[in-house]
């Protein structure tokens, strides 16, 4: 047989009550032949796609593949990969993955005690009863197969000439590795309806609207520094789609957009300043009864030698949360291993401003200088 190129195949439909399930059938393990329904194909095996089957089964269209892996575990359902020539009237596929998952009539049955209401089972039970009990001692299907073309298909119509040609073969050839890629999403088809319900539901979504203008704007983005900052932005909003928040990933986010904008401010009059010291303010103030609990329970464990206190650094270390002194410690320049002989002298000043700027004052220092204050 010549090869004939093709673009388009109408599969014939199996009305199953309200729903029209397309199907094809199997031959030998080596061919697929596309005709319309017929009991009568002794020796070909009916498949049914797995689209239609799932179509309003409330079931969102992104977790289909899960569902059609499980199920293609149980030899109920295989995927078809078809060659890129081939495209599927009132079916999209991605350029990408030209795939479709089809179902024998056993995962047919399967899928609709499963998911289907009673009428909707009924009504797969009347049309396709016939077709389960002639097919009863048909043995597993392979995960997937690989399809090409071949002339004289039947229901299959050139892109340019439109005319349906008579028979209708389809060769197939068994994967070598049919567990390479069953999880993933490779099929995004849909019929015409899901499609304008995806559109409607894709102008219905502000989050949708703006996902695609950036997309689309990113294309024209020229590395200009601001790459590595946006990437850790995304994974943190990535982190809230699926649910996985925490601090460590929101931290990366603050950092990214804190050092992107961080550059030419003014010291004195920065918003961003103004409102990133006054967010810090507010947790810290909040934090007051905890200290004041720690600062309480540390005076008792020591009150028989309270005038002998560990150095500066430890009593900051035990009594007050880490982001206080890190802030102090930054702004006061002692971070630097090259002051450390600094540091040592200067942290008693640091220890000081913990202790009134929190209300809790431990040292001998710090109440003499505080009743000195007040005094005046």
Same mark, same amino acid.
């Given at each position: 047989?010549?090869?004939?190129?093709?673009?388009?195949?109408?599969?014939?439909?199996?009305?199953?009550?309200?729903?029209?399930?397309?199907?094809?059938?199997?031959?030998?393990?080596?061919?697929? $032949?596309?005709?319309?329904?017929?009991?009568?194909?002794?020796?070909?095996?009916?498949?049914?796609?797995?689209?239609?089957?799932?179509?309003?089964?409330?079931?969102?269209?992104?977790?289909?593949?899960?569902?059609?892996? $499980?199920?293609? @575990?149980?030899?109920?359902?295989?995927?078809?990969?078809?060659?890129?020539?081939?495209?599927?009237?009132?079916?999209?596929?991605?350029?990408?993955?030209?795939?479709?998952?089809?179902?024998?009539?056993?995962?047919?049955?399967?899928?609709?005690?499963?998911?289907?209401?009673?009428?909707?089972?009924?009504?797969?039970?009347?049309?396709?009863?016939?077709?389960?009990?002639?097919?009863?001692?048909?043995?597993?299907?392979?995960?997937?197969?690989?399809?090409?073309?071949?002339?004289?298909?039947?229901? %299959?119509?050139?892109?340019?000439?439109?005319?349906?040609?008579?028979?209708?073969?389809?060769?197939?050839? %068994? =994967?070598?590795?049919?567990?390479?890629?069953?999880?993933?999403?490779?099929?995004?088809?849909?019929?015409?309806?899901?499609?304008?319900?995806?559109?409607?539901?894709?102008?219905? $979504?502000?989050?949708?609207?703006? =996902?695609?203008?950036?997309?689309? $704007?990113?294309?024209?983005?020229?590395?200009?520094?601001?790459?590595?900052?946006?990437?850790?932005?995304?994974?943190?909003?990535?982190?809230?789609?699926?649910?996985?928040?925490?601090?460590?990933?929101?931290? @990366?986010?603050?950092?990214?957009?804190?050092?992107?904008?961080?550059?030419?401010?003014?010291?004195?009059?920065?918003?961003?300043?103004?409102?990133?010291?006054?967010?810090?303010?507010?947790?810290?103030? +909040? +934090?007051?009864?905890?200290?004041?609990?720690?600062?309480?329970?540390?005076?008792?464990?020591? %009150?028989?030698?309270?005038?002998?206190?560990?150095?500066?650094?430890? =009593?900051?270390?035990?009594?007050?949360?880490?982001?206080?002194?890190?802030?102090?410690?930054?702004?006061?320049?002692?971070?630097?291993?090259?002051?450390?002989?600094?540091?040592?002298?200067?942290?008693?000043?640091? =220890?000081?401003?913990?202790?009134?700027?929190?209300?809790?004052? %431990?040292?001998?220092?710090?109440?003499?200088?505080?009743?000195?204050?007040?005094?005046?």
């Amino acid at each position: 047989m010549t090869a004939l190129e093709v673009s388009l195949i109408d599969l014939p439909q199996w009305a199953c009550g309200e729903k029209k399930i397309r199907f094809l059938y199997l031959s030998n393990n080596t061919s697929f $032949k596309v005709s319309k329904q017929s009991n009568s194909e002794e020796h070909t095996v009916p498949l049914f796609l797995g689209a239609d089957i799932f179509a309003e089964t409330g079931i969102r269209t992104e977790n289909h593949p899960r569902y059609h892996a $499980k199920f293609a @575990k149980k030899g109920l359902a295989t995927k078809l990969a078809f060659s890129s020539d081939i495209r599927f009237n009132g079916l999209r596929l991605p350029c990408s993955s030209n795939s479709l998952w089809f179902y024998s009539i056993q995962g047919v049955f399967r899928v609709a005690f499963e998911l289907y209401n009673r009428q909707d089972q009924l009504s797969v039970l009347e049309s396709l009863q016939d077709m389960w009990r002639s097919r009863i001692n048909d043995g597993p299907l392979n995960m997937s197969y690989n399809l090409s073309v071949q002339d004289d298909c039947d229901s %299959i119509q050139d892109h340019q000439n439109p005319t349906v040609v008579k028979s209708g073969l389809v060769t197939a050839q %068994i =994967l070598s590795d049919p567990l390479g890629d069953l999880l993933s999403v490779d099929h995004d088809y849909c019929s015409v309806a899901e499609l304008k319900n995806s559109i409607e539901s894709f102008h219905s $979504k502000p989050l949708l609207q703006r =996902l695609h203008s950036f997309g689309e $704007k990113a294309k024209c983005m020229t590395n200009n520094g601001t790459e590595e900052h946006i990437l850790k932005v995304l994974e943190y909003a990535e982190c809230c789609v699926y649910g996985q928040l925490d601090e460590e990933g929101l931290m @990366k986010a603050v950092m990214a957009m804190l050092q992107t904008y961080s550059e030419g401010f003014s010291i004195y009059s920065s918003p961003l300043l103004q409102a990133v010291a006054g967010w810090l303010g507010q947790q810290f103030h +909040a +934090a007051n009864a905890t200290i004041s609990h720690q600062v309480e329970g540390f005076k008792v464990r020591h %009150i028989e030698r309270i005038t002998d206190l560990p150095p500066a650094e430890e =009593l900051a270390a035990e009594l007050f949360p880490e982001a206080m002194r890190t802030l102090l410690v930054q702004w006061m320049g002692l971070s630097e291993e090259e002051a450390l002989w600094k540091r040592h002298s200067e942290y008693p000043i640091l =220890l000081l401003i913990l202790e009134f700027a929190n209300h809790n004052l %431990i040292t001998g220092v710090a109440h003499v200088l505080y009743s000195s204050l007040i005094c005046k």
